[in-house]
């Protein structure tokens, strides 16, 4: 494996709700090997630990950081706490409405993963609201949002309204000029990506979580370790905070039921992105997963070579893997092949907003989009693929 910097080793170390006296010490060892801060502070907002990265300073290194890098991460992580809140206020109006029209509803990641892992709301850094309700609840969770001042984005005729609704698994919903975003989920992976599992199940047991001094109800533990490990998983494990926050979770959780959560990556046919998921916290987190669990989802040790494969290249930003790497990705991590060409079929054949964008027909010719996106596709690989060669010709 390539040697890091120290700046990436510091990242790599502190996605943690507390740090122990031995790795205090290794903290302030590395930090007095910093050469690049302004590296440092971008990495971190890239792979969202700026606010774990200041408490962390603040407690053990304040007096070896630059004032000035001090600074920064005081000001984004007071404006960050900022965000958490008002993000939390709308969160939990929106639940107030669901629940006083009796749609079940689950609010999971965001602030609420925050306080379950790390104990405070405000650690991790603030995006979207997410929020899972059952997908034949839908349009009474869209006329209950725009009555709370939120609209769709973008807007879709009916035809394509419900294409989106048998193909994909979310859509936003903005406002205060997109200050507020609620990603509203009626899945929790497209068609797309092979993750057999069914909204109104999870919404039957749910558990409650309490933050800001009122109870919300989120995903059943043993279900949000499945999730975050197929999130993870899909996305390429891209950000360091994505592993933290799982292992967190599992460290804080007193009892888990692991019988539970692999039979549950089972009938989802997500075992070997739960084994690469729990791989990972193994060695970024130091949390200790039970043997038979392993013995279970990653008795070949094929994930154990997968999650160091991820770890050597989880500070490459270098940009989007293509559709090639990413099939041949899929390939490792899918429990069936099969699962492997249908997610690349349907990610070539079913249209999505580009393509709508792209193409403006009728309604009564909706069908034909499935013909248009692989020649749109095809196109632009071309172009792309040209420009690369062209490229490398020039050097």
Known sequence: ??????????????????????????????????????????????????????????????DLVPASFLSRLKQFSIANAQNVLHLLSKQLKLSRVFKDNNMPVAIFKGCVLSQMAYGDMSLRQAGDIDVLISRSHFHRAKTLLESLGYRMTPSLTGAQLASHLGSHCEIQFV?????????????LAPKSFTFNVDSDELLSRLQTVEIGGVEVETLATEDLIVYLSMHGAKHLWRAVEWISSLGELIRSTETISWDTVVERAEQAHATRMLGLGLRLVETVSQVEIPIRVFSTVDAEGSAKKLADEVLARVFDVSGAADSTETNLYNLKIMDRKRDVLISALRAVFVPTFTDWHALNLPPSLHSLYYAYRPLRLSKAYTTSLWRKLSSRGAL
């Open 1 to 62: 494996m390539r040697a890091r910097r120290t700046e990436q080793e510091v990242l790599s170390r502190i996605g943690v709700g507390e740090l122990g006296p031995a790795q205090r010490a290794a903290m302030r060892r590395l930090l007095s090997e910093v050469e690049d801060w302004d590296y440092l502070f971008a990495v971190a907002i890239y792979h969202g630990l700026v606010p774990l990265l200041h408490q962390h300073v603040q407690l053990a290194a304040a």
């Open 175 to 187: 406002r205060d000029d997109w200050f507020t975003v609620v990603d509203l989920h009626w899945a």
